[in-house]
Structures are given as C-alpha cells and as structure tokens.
C-alpha cells in the first residue's frame, strides 16, 4: 500500500464488539492481571501508544518505533542508550534543545565532537576508536543545512557505529533515512506529525530490534518519558493527513523561498529547493520534497529582522514550527549567545494559509520597513 493509504489505515487498532471505525482511547493505567493481550501498565505499553508506534514504524519503512514524550525525550534515549564513555559525533548546527540535552545532561558521561555535516572529510576525520554514535539531521534547524545521508552511512558502517538521523523537518513523507542507510530516525512529533501546534511527543524508528533498540525499549520503559494515551489517540488521528499536509507545505514554502530570493530587502534564503541552494543536489538525490521551512536573513541585522516581524498580521511570532498556522521566529534570539544562526536570520514555518494571502503580508510588512 502507498504510503496515503497506511497513514489512514495502519496501527488502527478496533478490540471493541461495536465495531467502531475509529480505535477508542484507552485512558486506564491499568489492566487486570491475565488478560488476552498481556497489558498491564501504560508506562510499559498502551493500546493507543502501541498503534501509534505501529503506524510511525511503518511510514518510516522501520521494524519498530518507539513513542516519547516529547522529541528531546525522543533524542536523550538515543544518548542514555549508550554505554557511558561513548564518543559521539554530532552536527556543529544541531537542534539547539538536543545540542543542550548533549552538553548539558551528558556532560562528563559522554565526549561528542561536533563537526560541519556537509564536510564528510571532518566526519571521517573526528571518529575516534570509542565512536558509538553519528547524528545527522537533514535539513537542519534553522539553517536547512543539507547532509549526505548515504556519504554519512558509509563512514558510520567503517566506524561500527549507529547513524541516527533527525527526521523532523522532512517527515517520512519526502524522505526515509532508513532506506539511505541509517540505523535510527528521530521525530519531534510536536511538529509535522502532531501539525496543529497542540500536542507535544516525539519518537524513536528503528530499522532492526538488535541489542541498542532493547536498550532504547529499556530507557522508554523505565525512563518512563512516555507520552499519554490521549496525546497518541491525537497524534495518530493527526498523521492521517500528513501526506496531504507536507504536500502542502512543499509547496508553499516553495513559493514564499521564491519571493524571498528575489526581495531587495532579503540578503540570502535558506531552502533547499532553491536551485542556489548549496545542498539542493544532495537533497534531490534523498528527499522527495524540500519540507515547510524556510530560513531567510534580512538586509541589515537583528533590529531589521525583529521589525519586519513585528509588521506581520498573519505570521505568528513564536518558537515551533509544523502547524497548519505559519509561524515566524528571529531564531538567534531563542537560541542564545553560543548559536551559529546569524542574528538576522528569521526562520518560518510556512503554513498552508492560502499564498496570496502570506504573500500579501509580508508584502505590506517589508514596506514599512
Ligand atoms: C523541535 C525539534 C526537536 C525537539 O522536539 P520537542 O518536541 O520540542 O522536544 C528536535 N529536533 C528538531 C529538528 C526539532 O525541530
């Protein structure tokens, strides 16, 4: 079945003797001891949280998923998997919360080297004998940096260690890192998948059950950083239209990158479907679609920046990304002093409002600027 018609069908688990079309929420903690199915506390598995992982496993064309409570407590199992003393290589331009999870909680347990992705001599050049881990994410937050998920895989099988890729911002719908040669993808399902700003989670794909996925399962299981039967009820009736959803996404982003990189008043875009873009071949050659970001830096600096922001009616001005809403954001400001996104930098989520109607907006917003 295509990939629509699994987003639909797939984990929909029905037990109930009514028969309903929809699988109900269960929101008991507890089962009776015997039962059929062997349920017996939600914190280990629940029905709605088991569907969910079936139907995230199967988009990503993994053998098992395994649902968090939000995408950092998605990433942090991936680091509280290894073994202490880990070498860990990770890009220099990381998702900021995760890059925190890493230097902060991780500190003094694990060495992680960070490098320039799209640099695979610096990837090959930071491995070291005690390298377990290589983290990719592609496109990057918030600067749509492009990595060689296939280039990356090979160093990672050279260097025996698992290639986990942050899926977020392409969604299994334009790309699948698993099919490219990664071990592991990460969602922050508050984005694309939950896609109306209303339910935070995140997940975890595999491509086999080995020993690290048990460990993955053991810090789910008894890190306990699991999401609630009704978030995953949410979230798997959310997932339902997200093919529908990124293609529109894809495509609006794609027009909104297009005004931008021929605005007076634009300096430089950042999205891989612009032919311009440094990474577009690479991004061609493993991803169907380009994804709903689009990251642009303003003639000028951050008071220029955070102006035309505040010009804008339709844009929401907040942190996130992934809605249906677009929402607008000067990323630096979030991402504190040590941050690579230049200050001038504004990323944007493009919604799936009509186009004429964002393009309206931020014309009337560039001229008072
Ligand atoms: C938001 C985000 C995360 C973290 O997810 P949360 O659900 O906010 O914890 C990780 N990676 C990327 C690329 C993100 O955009």
């Not at 955070?306 to 992934?322: H, P, V, W, Y």
Request: aromatic share 6%; net charge negative.
């Amino acid at each position: 079945m295509k990939f629509e018609t699994l987003a639909i069908h797939k984990g929909n688990q029905v037990t109930d003797k009514n028969q309903p079309v929809v699988q109900p929420i269960t929101l008991s903690t507890t089962f009776i001891h015997g039962n059929e199915t062997g349920a017996l506390y939600t914190r280990a598995a629940n029905p709605n949280r088991s569907s969910l992982e079936e139907l995230i496993a199967v988009l990503e064309r993994g053998e098992d998923a395994a649902a968090f409570s939000s995408g950092n407590a998605a990433g942090t199992a991936v680091f509280q998997a290894l073994e202490a003393g880990s070498h860990i290589i990770a890009p220099n331009d990381m998702y900021h919360g995760l890059h925190n999870s890493m230097t902060m909680l991780f500190k003094g347990v694990h060495e992680v080297t960070f490098v320039d992705m799209s640099d695979l001599d610096a990837v090959k050049a930071a491995v070291q004998p005690n390298t377990q881990l290589i983290w990719v994410e592609t496109p990057s937050n918030p600067l749509l940096k492009v990595t060689d998920i296939r280039k990356v895989a090979e160093i990672a099988k050279e260097a025996e260690a698992i290639l986990a890729c942050d899926n977020t911002f392409a969604t299994p719908v334009f790309q699948n890192p698993l099919l490219l040669g990664a071990d592991i993808v990460m969602h922050s399902s508050t984005k694309y998948f939950g896609g109306h700003s209303d339910i935070l989670g995140g997940a975890l794909v595999t491509k086999e059950k080995n020993d690290f996925w048990g460990r993955v399962r053991l810090v789910q299981k008894v890190g306990g950083a699991v999401p609630s039967a009704m978030d995953c009820y949410w979230l798997t009736r959310s997932m339902r239209t997200l093919a529908y959803r990124m293609k529109g996404h894809g495509e609006h982003a794609m027009i909104l990158a297009e005004y931008l990189s021929v605005h007076p008043k634009v300096d430089k875009v950042h999205y891989p479907g612009l032919k311009s873009h440094p990474g577009h071949e690479i991004a061609a050659g493993q991803m169907t679609g380009f994804g709903g970001v689009v990251s642009f830096e303003v003639k000028g600096g951050a008071a220029e920046a955070d102006l035309l922001i505040q010009n804008l009616k339709l844009f929401a001005n907040a942190t996130s990304l992934g809605g249906v809403e677009s929402i607008i954001e000067r990323r630096a400001a979030v991402e504190g002093p040590d941050t690579l996104t230049p200050p001038n930098l504004i990323r944007v989520s493009v919604g799936l409002e009509h186009t004429d109607d964002l393009l309206e907006d931020l014309d009337q917003a560039f001229a008072i600027l």
